[in-house]
């Protein structure tokens, strides 16, 4: 990785030795929201020659053409979904004995312990570094990509500063942390939490509802605390949707038997099912109005604290 030396011949004269920055080659697997959008913002960076590979042949040659990958690469970046943790552990031990990365980031959220058995398995250096982002579109996830500070924890501990320097090269903001377990965890908590949060809010609407209050003016007190000392987020009360909070509660459930993992999830399959209801409906509506002008009002706040500063 980074500068290496070539030599240049030139025949009539002698060797000259000439020092030059050569490209690191990397290669993506899993190549959908955050593979895409990673292989793109490599794409574009002179100093990676970037691969691509996704078990979906089509959409494989649509991002990558018909570029070969070679049999070895600098970096591996594993951007396909954790489903089950030993299968997980062993695909990705089967790419690197494949490509025999110098180094291998994961970037899937993954269950606690994931990295570290890839290690113990592999002996080579591997890193966690979860993503994080909305895909709304790979413009907006590789914007999100290059907002957020993206965050490492390796094994060994240089895999860390490999990765640090790596990502840095890309113009990505970097955190390293102890090791990969704690970014593994922060990930997960980081989603989690938020589900936790809406749960809170599901269960808050049904006991006013059993108590025939009105459910938006119930939570004013909560936003008129969180818009002075910002430590109560309003949530409204709709079904936990998308593809990360819940799948992430239950990588964290698998690995951490938890009644109150369990709830959020009780609770969003109960809300399906109320949602149905109109009133039920409107009044979730409600609370996502408040709750949009609630956060744009602290953005602009937000922002002329910055600008007064
Ligand atoms: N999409 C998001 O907004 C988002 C945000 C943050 C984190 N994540 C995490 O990033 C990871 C990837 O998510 P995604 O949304 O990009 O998934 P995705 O479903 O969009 O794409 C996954 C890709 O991997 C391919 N794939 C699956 N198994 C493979 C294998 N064994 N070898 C090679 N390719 C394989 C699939 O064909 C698919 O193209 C997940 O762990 C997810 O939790 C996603």
């Not at 020659?49 to 494989?60: A, E, L, N």
């Not at 993954?110 to 890839?118: H, I």
């Not at 965890?185 to 108590?211: G, N």
Request: aromatic letters at 8%; glycine letters at 6%; hydrophobic letters at 35%.
């Amino acid at each position: 990785m980074g500068v290496k030396s070539k030599y240049i011949c030139n025949p009539t004269i002698l060797v000259v030795p000439v020092k030059c920055t050569l490209t690191e080659e990397v290669l993506i697997v899993g190549l959908g929201e955050v593979g895409g959008a990673l292989f793109e913002l490599f794409k574009e960076h002179q100093d990676f020659s970037v691969y691509g590979f996704d078990t979906d042949q089509q959409k494989m040659h649509r991002i990558v053409g018909q570029a070969e990958v070679p049999n070895k690469v600098d970096v591996l970046h594993i951007c396909y979904p954790c489903v089950e943790q030993e299968k997980f552990v062993q695909t990705t031990l089967e790419y690197m004995k494949k490509f025999k990365p110098g180094l291998t980031i994961v970037e899937s959220t993954v269950p606690p312990g994931t990295t570290g058995q890839v290690y113990e398995l592999s002996k080579s250096s591997v890193v966690h570094s979860p993503v994080r982002g909305m895909h709304k579109s790979q413009e907006t996830m590789k914007k999100d990509i290059q907002f957020w500070c993206k965050y490492v924890g390796g094994t060994p501990k240089e895999a860390a500063d490999a990765a640090r320097e790596h990502f840095e090269k890309l113009g990505l903001k970097v955190k390293v942390l102890r090791g990969p377990v704690e970014t593994e965890l922060a990930k997960l908590f980081e989603t989690t939490y938020r589900a936790w949060m809406i749960a809170c809010f599901q269960e808050m609407h049904r006991i006013s509802r059993r108590f025939k209050a009105d459910f938006n003016e119930t939570v004013d007190m909560i936003e008129d605390v969180h818009r002075v000392r910002f430590n109560k987020p309003i949530h409204y009360p709709d079904v936990i949707g998308g593809h990360c909070l819940i799948p992430n509660t239950e990588l964290l459930l698998e690995s951490y038997d938890s009644e109150f993992l369990r709830l959020i999830l009780e609770s969003n399959e109960k809300r399906k099912v109320e949602i149905m209801d109109g009133d039920i409906r409107m009044e979730a509506e409600k609370v996502k109005a408040r709750v949009r002008v609630l956060e744009s009002d602290l953005a602009l706040k937000g922002k002329a604290g910055l600008t007064s500063s």
